[in-house]
């Protein structure tokens, strides 16, 4: 079986581990903290991050871009006859919503008002070019069936639903598309079988705790965007 090498937290797993169900592909994970990492996974991660994938055939796979291009080689591409220039787009999309994890994870690590503002610019930015992408004809990305655009905005969306649910800020304010596509992404009910159990308290403890987001002031948004005025 598939062996998934992970941090409780980190978006990289949950796009592998997402990418894994959404094809029904059994894994075990095991969990590992990165204050302590043990010799054993420093011994097969060449560059000492998570995620790593032991295939079944035992060979070690690095880097999230990679272990995602072999799940889809290896047991066949979540959507069928997809052509080549779409698979294209499809692939430059999905590398823009995967470079802003860290983006994600940066704002919600914010310790004051201006650095939380200055850092959710550019996240936000991205949600914006992704609100113009999107149809209300579509329950997904560009369809009515997941592909691996919808799996790899999966964990920016889960963490910002989170946000929303322990603070009242929307990373989505004012972006209805792209909320409607977060309700549909989170009703697969993929984000909740991709984490642990106690991923949403550690998130908490993380994100929501001793940051600008989580002192339970009102955080400023857009004109029009309280708590109660933007999001359905």
């Not at 940066?106 to 992704?130: N, Q």
Request: net charge negative; glycine share 6%.
């Amino acid at each position: 079986m598939i062996k998934i090498v992970s941090y409780k937290i980190c978006p990289f797993v949950q796009r592998v581990t997402a990418a894994l169900e959404a094809k029904k592909i059994p894994f075990e994970i095991e969990y590992i903290s990165l204050k302590d990492k043990p010799q054993w996974f420093l011994d097969i991660s060449p560059n000492g991050q998570v995620p790593i994938m032991v295939t079944e055939t035992g060979t070690t796979l690095f880097e999230s871009d990679a272990i995602i291009e072999y799940i889809e080689d290896e047991y066949g591409a979540l959507e069928k006859d997809v052509i080549n220039e779409q698979r294209a787009l499809d692939r430059a999309w999905s590398y823009l919503g995967s470079k802003n994890y860290l983006v994600q994870c940066g704002t919600m690590s914010s310790k004051d008002d201006v650095t939380f503002k200055e850092r959710s610019e550019k996240l936000i930015t991205a949600f914006t070019k992704m609100e113009k992408q999107l149809s209300s004809n579509s329950t997904f990305y560009k369809s009515n069936t997941l592909s691996n655009v919808d799996i790899a905005w999966l964990p920016l969306l889960h963490r910002a639903y989170i946000v929303k649910k322990y603070t009242d800020y929307d990373f989505l304010c004012g972006l209805p598309q792209t909320q409607a596509w977060q309700k549909a992404v989170l009703a697969t009910g993929i984000s909740e079988k991709t984490v642990s159990e106690d991923f949403e308290q550690l998130f908490k403890d993380f994100y929501l705790t001793n940051t600008y987001l989580g002192e339970g002031k009102d955080v400023q948004q857009s004109e029009g965007c309280g708590s109660t005025s933007c999001c359905g």
